[in-house]
């Protein structure tokens, strides 16, 4: 039986010049980000100001993680202890988590089978909550023109967490550019590499001026790279708790190389997952979730649901011939949790269309160190597993 060799966790090694940046930083021992010599911009609001620029928003904030930038933003739009927020059936736990950590009561939205959030039911979940956490998970573009529709017409705030969807376009214009705040990660397994990391960017100061807040800046807000003028904090700097949560000079240093790579890399993606599909779709059994032509898609991961197939065989089938499979219907999630039955710490919900959906569906990363031919690969290696009887 042929067998893929590579690993799918193995993200490709940093650039040199985030390797020399690193050092550089870590010779000066100013890794703290307000630490720097007189006239120095330190590599903190260097890199908030590349990013504010890179995603054409006049503002920008560091911090530790996505999951941080999501609580700092759900505060920053005033979610208060006990309110309900808005978020969708299926995503990544540091979402439900976020909501959770400010107090909030996470209500599900289902999906469609295209792994976006359900307008419909949406619409009729509105009238709950003031905030949607909207979650972009894996890469999977709802049609943004509508559902900002839906959330005006229902004077919904939008978060967007774009932790895969940095790059992702709509009708040409940037994921995260759709909502007041968009949050994203720079954790290793997401488009740019610092370990742990994320961003917040919008264009409205106030929430802005009261997220640099939280992510706790004391009165050093001036050294930001693309925050607010003074006058954004004047009614916020004292009535904002401070919540730590600052990227540090070293995390930051080795993220701006990686950031002029970010074109050519949601390139490359683009290639890697279109080999895949085009393999997968060979075979009748698989279904692949559709993107509308006005969705620019980094594929960084692929999901697709099988029929006749008990997902438990194909997973063994996937893992003799060296494809690490994870399936989202899993009774005992592991690695990580997407299942809404699997946060505890929720009320729990009602989403036949949503379990009915992930009770088939199949989830694969694409590292770049996998070649586009190890991408067609894998894809034959799939349609072989799931053919196999
Ligand atoms: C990874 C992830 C996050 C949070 O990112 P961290 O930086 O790991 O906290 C948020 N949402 C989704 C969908 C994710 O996959």
Redesign the pocket.
């Known amino acids: 039986m042929k067998r893929f060799a590579g690993s799918f966790t193995q993200q490709e090694a940093l650039p040199e010049e985030a390797i020399a940046a690193a050092v550089e930083v870590m010779r000066s021992g100013r890794l703290h980000r307000y630490n720097v010599a007189p006239g120095e911009s330190g590599a903190a609001a260097r890199l908030e100001r590349a990013y504010a620029e890179w995603q054409g928003v006049p503002y920008c904030l560091a911090v530790t993680?996505?999951?941080q930038a999501?609580q700092i933003a759900l505060r920053a739009v005033g979610v208060r202890p006990g309110d309900a927020v808005l978020t969708n059936g299926f995503?990544?736990a540091?979402?439900p988590g976020a909501i959770a950590a400010v107090g909030g009561r996470p209500v599900l939205v289902e999906i469609t089978e295209d792994l976006v959030i359900d307008l419909d039911d949406l619409a009729a979940k509105a009238g709950q909550a003031r905030v949607l956490l909207l979650?972009h998970?894996r890469g999977h573009l709802a049609d943004m023109d509508a559902l900002m529709k839906v959330a005006e017409a229902h004077d919904l705030t939008v978060i967007e967490?774009c932790?895969?969807t940095m790059g992702a376009r709509w009708n040409n214009t940037l994921s995260g550019n759709f909502g007041r705040i968009a949050c994203f990660?720079t954790?290793t397994y997401?488009h740019m590499n610092s370990g742990?990391g994320?961003f917040l960017t919008s264009r409205d100061p106030e929430v802005m001026a009261r997220a640099v807040m939280l992510s706790g800046s004391y009165m050093l807000y001036g050294r930001h790279g693309a925050a607010p003028g003074p006058e954004a904090f004047a009614d916020v700097a004292l009535d904002t708790p401070n919540m730590s949560a600052r990227m540090d000079n070293l995390r930051a240093a080795i993220l701006l190389p990686q950031l002029a790579q970010l074109d050519a890399n949601v390139s490359r993606w683009v290639e890697r997952e279109a080999a895949v599909r085009e393999e997968l779709a060979r075979s009748p059994a698989i279904r692949l979730p559709e993107a509308p032509a006005a969705a620019l898609r980094v594929g960084s991961s692929i999901q697709f649901q099988v029929e006749g197939v008990a997902p438990e065989d194909l997973l063994a089938r996937a893992a003799e011939r060296g494809v690490e499979l994870k399936w989202f219907g899993a009774q005992h999630p592991a690695g990580f949790t997407s299942a809404h039955r699997s946060w505890r710490y929720i009320a729990p919900q009602d989403l036949p269309r949503t379990d009915a959906i992930l009770a088939t569906l199949m989830d694969m990363r694409l590292p770049l160190t996998f070649s586009v031919p190890e991408c067609r690969e894998i894809g034959a290696l799939i349609v072989d597993a799931v053919e196999a009887r």
């Open positions: 993680s996505g999951g999501m995503t990544l540091p979402v979650s998970m967490d932790a895969h990660s954790q997401k742990e994320g």
